[in-house]
């Protein structure tokens, strides 16, 4: 790769990154490059359709390009259709939105969601990427991996964050979310309650994940929660259908070694 690409898709990766719309100065200082850098690099991007300006500004966001390409690895994943009326049905039953998140490597990737009813949402776009151990859907998949599998992970994200967990309270987080049959996360906006994300497993591990991203338990005591046994039976539903069908949950990447996929 020359070493102008390489540039170019560091410009890309800044801007998908960023909470808001970045300028030429900003992806400069995040990078370490000159403005005249950034510019050209940013100008054979807009060319390309991989970024657009922001409402006619002299800031970025990602372009249709990007978004396209987004989309069609996304529909790689033919659990998405599978799933769809099934989030709806959470989505519903919740009032918040159910979204899944398939296992892609060591990583989660938010793959389709269906929307709640419930006005304050605080969910990521589709395609979002966070390490398995980061957020309560990737730890619902991590919890349910085969023991090797765990221990690889541990490995990489070892080498990846020298002050990742230490190996205790790793091991008993997982071991709490195998014993309630959930993962939980606190809610930034509803002190005291958490979104859950349940396990969906087919064969020796866990596929994918299904999420209800809102404050949908209290995490003093996340069993007592009314809906809990309702939302359970849907998710198993799924499962079910999973031991029936596993080609359907297979993912595109599957025969890749994890520690070969790297994403952000």
């Not at 949908?216 to 079910?240: F, K, M, N, T």
Request: hydrophobic share 45%.
């Amino acid at each position: 790769m020359s070493s102008s690409a390489r540039r170019a898709l560091r410009i890309l990766e800044t801007i998908g990154a960023a909470e808001q719309p970045p300028g030429a100065t900003e992806i400069g200082r995040a990078l370490g490059l000159s403005a005249g850098t950034v510019f050209r690099g940013l100008d054979a991007l807009e060319r390309a359709g991989c970024v657009a300006r922001y409402q006619s500004s002299a800031k970025f966001v990602l372009g249709k390009s990007v978004a396209a390409l987004r989309q069609s690895l996304l529909a790689r994943f033919p659990i998405r259709e599978v799933c769809a009326p099934y989030l709806r049905q959470l989505a519903f039953a919740s009032r918040e939105t159910a979204a899944l998140t398939v296992r892609l490597g060591w990583y989660g990737v938010r793959i389709a969601a269906a929307p709640g009813t419930n006005e304050v949402t605080s969910s990521p776009p589709l395609g979002a990427v966070r390490p398995l151990h980061e957020g309560c859907a990737g730890r619902a998949i991590l919890a349910h991996l085969a023991p090797d599998s765990i221990e690889a992970f541990a490995a990489w994200a070892r080498r990846r964050d020298a002050h990742a967990s230490d190996a205790r309270s790793f091991a008993r987080d997982l071991a709490d979310i195998r014993k309630c049959g959930f993962a939980a996360e606190a809610t930034p906006f509803a002190r005291g309650r958490a979104a859950i994300a349940f396990p969906l497993c087919a064969g020796v591990g866990a596929v994918a994940a299904i999420a209800l991203e809102g404050p949908v338990i209290d995490l003093g005591r996340p069993a007592a929660q009314e809906g809990l046994p309702h939302w359970r039976e849907i998710v198993q539903s799924v499962e079910r259908l999973a031991q029936a069908r596993p080609d359907l949950f297979a993912g595109p990447f599957d025969h890749l070694d994890p520690d070969d996929i790297m994403l952000s």
